[in-house]
């Protein structure tokens, strides 16, 4: 059964600084990769997806992520973070042979300090 | 707008009470599905629906019915709710092009059961 693990519960960093979410899966087949962000009471919005090409994607709000399949890795990254991106982030796959299901990580809380 | 709606946003219930969290979704999508989202534990599927007449059972099903009469609807029955469903619980459809699946969320319904 595929599985995806993100690396860090919870992160806490201040404003202007970098951010890295981990997110590896363990899936042998094509996958389809997503990550999604939750803002505080509000529902799931899609970051970017990732479906072929180009392994390094782009995504609303300055966020990127970076498709390494000999890793199994689909991290997020975003170079300078703001106070308004504290929210928590999924990162979930879809194996193109479960129909559709997705399975997705833990999550990360991510706290930005001012 | 395409969306996919579900009611109630929010709902306080007993034990015991039998209950029904509509969704409905307006793209003709066939695939619908239902997760719950729990601290830690990211998002866990409940029920899929391939199509109408079609359901089957997802990662965490127990305590839950689902039913597919229609294709645009896929109502979440909880015939005897007990507090371990608290939970935030979010239907989903699933737009299909080729190979490419992706997800489309409704608000969620936050749930609590006493």
């Known amino acids: 059964a595929q599985s995806v693990s993100q690396h860090n519960h919870h992160v806490i960093l201040s404003e202007a600084a970098s951010l890295e979410l981990g997110c590896n899966y363990s899936?042998?087949?094509?996958?389809?990769l997503f990550w999604y962000v939750q803002y505080p009471g509000q529902h799931l919005q899609l970051l970017l997806k990732y479906f072929s090409g180009d392994p390094l994607v782009k995504g609303i709000k300055g966020f990127e992520a970076e498709f390494i399949k000999s890793k199994f890795s689909f991290n997020l990254r975003k170079p300078s973070v703001q106070w308004s991106d504290t929210a928590e982030y999924f990162c979930?796959?879809?194996?193109?042979?479960?129909?559709?299901?997705?399975?997705f990580g833990a999550g990360t809380q991510v706290v930005v300090t001012p | 707008e395409a969306q996919v709606t579900q009611n109630p946003r929010y709902l306080i219930t007993v034990t015991g009470k039998k209950l029904t969290v509509t969704c409905s979704q307006n793209?003709?999508?066939?695939?619908m599905s239902w997760y719950r989202q729990d601290p830690g534990l990211g998002l866990r599927q409940i029920y899929y629906?391939?199509?109408?007449?079609?359901?089957d059972k997802g990662d965490v099903p127990e305590g839950y019915k689902v039913s597919r009469k229609e294709k645009r609807n896929f109502p979440l029955i909880l015939e005897s709710p007990s507090p371990n469903q608290t939970s935030l619980y979010f239907c989903a459809s699933r737009a299909q092009r080729g190979g490419i699946y992706e997800q489309y969320f409704g608000p969620g319904t936050r749930l609590t059961v006493t």
């Open positions: 629906s391939m199509n109408v007449e079609v359901t």
């Open positions: 793209m003709n999508h066939e695939y």
């Open positions: 899936y042998g087949g094509t996958v389809n």
């Open positions: 979930a796959v879809n194996a193109l042979d479960s129909w559709g299901k997705l399975q």
